[in-house]
C-alpha cells in the first residue's frame, strides 16, 4: 500500500506562484502515470497535469505554458510547479498514481486572489 502526501499549498495573490509537492511512501518508479487532479468547490474534478513513467507530459488546456510538472524517482517525489496563477485555479488539488491500482493523497488547498 502507497500512501501519498500532497504539500505546497496556500493562499497567494493572482500572478503569483507555488509549489505542490506530492512525496511518496514507496517507489513511485514502477507507476505508469503521477497525475495532479483539482477539484473547486461545486465542480467536478479535473486533470490538470500528468506524467508518464518515461517522462512525457500532458497537461490541461487552462494550465499550459503556467504550470510544470515533474517527478524525481530518487526521491519518490512528484511536483507541480505552478506560475501566474489566477483565481480560477483555486482549489484542492490531489496526488494521483496509476499502477495495477489508483492512489491517491488527500489534497491540499490553493487559494489564489485577486
Known amino acids: 500500500q502507497v500512501q501519498l502526501v500532497e504539500s505546497g499549498g496556500g493562499l497567494v495573490q493572482a500572478g503569483g506562484s507555488l509549489r505542490l509537492s506530492c512525496a511518496a511512501s514507496?517507489?513511485?518508479?514502477?507507476?505508469?502515470?503521477m497525475r495532479w487532479y483539482r477539484q473547486a468547490p461545486g465542480k467536478q474534478r479535473e486533470l490538470v497535469a500528468g506524467?508518464?513513467?518515461?517522462?512525457?507530459?500532458n497537461y490541461a488546456d487552462s494550465v499550459k505554458g503556467r504550470f510544470t510538472i515533474s517527478r524525481d524517482n530518487a526521491k519518490n517525489t512528484v511536483y507541480l510547479q505552478m506560475n501566474g496563477l489566477k483565481p480560477e485555479d483555486t482549489a484542492v488539488y490531489y496526488c494521483?498514481?496509476?499502477?495495477?491500482?489508483?492512489?491517491w493523497g488527500q489534497g491540499t488547498q490553493v487559494t489564489v486572489s485577486s
Open positions: 494521483n498514481a496509476v499502477s495495477q491500482w489508483d492512489y
Open positions: 514507496g517507489s513511485i518508479a514502477s507507476f505508469y502515470h
Open positions: 506524467i508518464s513513467r518515461g517522462g512525457s507530459t
